[in-house]
Nanobody, 127 residues
Framework: VQLVESGGGLVQAGGSLRLSCATSGFTFDDYAIGWFRQAPGEEREGVSIIGISDGFTDYADSVKGRFTISSDDAKKTVYLQMNNLKPADTAVYYC?????????????????????WGQGTQVTVSA
């Protein structure tokens, strides 16, 4: 199983980035993919989730209205479109995968629920 994030970088406040999470090694349609972030000295925070088969999505309150998660089944890739970025969004962003379930819909912000993780991509937002 592999998850590979890309698309991070340095952007000014108010700018946009699109992160990608390319996956392989599992049945994409059976899984949910979450995006998490971790700033230095902070706990890992759940940002968003998408259920690949049912299209379920959810977001952390801090990013609602600014971030959009989507998936491309043909490419087995999940995207996180981030608009109106703020300095507080600065962090390493990770994607994670686990077999989808009703329970996950309630517990998706808990990083312990996920089986597979990518290596992370740095997002830095300057003021």
């Amino acid at each position: 199983v592999q998850l590979v994030e890309s698309g991070g970088g340095l952007v000014q406040a108010g700018g946009s980035l699109r992160l990608s999470c390319a996956t392989s090694g599992f049945t994409f349609d059976d899984y949910a993919i979450g995006w998490f972030r971790q700033a230095p000295g902070e706990e890992r925070e759940g940002v968003s989730i998408i259920g690949i088969s049912d299209g379920f999505t959810d977001y952390a309150d801090s990013v609602k209205g600014r971030f959009t998660i989507s998936s491309d089944d043909a490419k087995k890739t999940v995207y996180l479109q981030m608009n109106n970025l703020k300095p507080a969004d600065t962090a390493v962003y990770y994607c994670a995968a686990r077999y989808d379930s009703v329970v996950l819909k309630r517990l998706w912000v808990n990083s312990d629920e996920y089986d597979y993780w990518g290596q992370g991509t740095q997002v830095t937002v300057s003021a």
